[in-house]
């Protein structure tokens, strides 16, 4: 091998991304639990998670622990309101142990491909931190009039989240 040869190895990824499960219910609401008591998420009984488990995607160690989650419900658009069907990102959460390595930003892909796979027109998402990852994935601030009706009256004003949205 001369000296400009490069080897490329590749490493088989930690964890994979899936469409979450019914039986995934209480390990997502424990995966949201640290979110909740910081105040960043709004508590959700396990019932509800497995009520509405298509709509989370989840990352998947190679033991089979869920390290993180994120939801996407579809809203239709209303008739005259001159747009499609947009999407609401909610309950994005990461292990402590897993933040930083990729998985949030695995999730946010998987959740643009499902999205642009679905045809919707953009996806809106409320946050109480700073939402880095999400403007490095093109959301942008907006006003809460722009999002769906529905879910913009469902958020708590208390929290005082910003709402961010991407075109797609």
């Known amino acids: 091998m001369s000296a400009t040869s490069a ?38 009984p396990v019932s509800l998670y497995a009520a509405h488990a298509a709509d989370f995607l ?19 658009a209303a008739p005259g309101e001159g747009r499609g069907s947009v999407g609401v990102v909610y309950n994005f959460c990461v292990s402590g142990r897993r933040q930083g390595s990729g998985v949030g930003a695995a999730l946010l892909r998987a959740v643009l491909a499902r999205a642009r796979a679905q045809s919707l027109d953009a996806l809106f998402t409320a946050t109480t931190g700073g939402g880095g990852l999400f403007l490095r994935y093109g959301f942008v601030p907006t ?11 469902s958020l708590d004003p208390r929290r005082n989240a910003r709402i961010l949205a991407r075109s797609l």
Do not use: I, N, Q, Y
């Not at 088989?12 to 960043?40: I, K, N, Q, W, Y």
């Not at 006003?143 to 009256?153: D, H, N």
């Open 7 to 44: 080897v490329v190895v590749r490493r088989a990824p930690m964890f994979h991304v899936r469409t979450a499960r019914p039986e995934d219910a209480a390990e997502l609401a424990a995966l949201s639990g640290p979110f909740v008591r910081s105040g960043a998420l709004r508590e959700r």
């Open 58 to 76: 989840v990352t998947e160690a190679r033991d089979g622990t869920v390290e993180g989650c994120v939801g996407l419900r579809v809203h239709s």
């Open 143 to 153: 006003a809460v009039r722009l999002a769906p009706p529905s879910w913009a009256e």
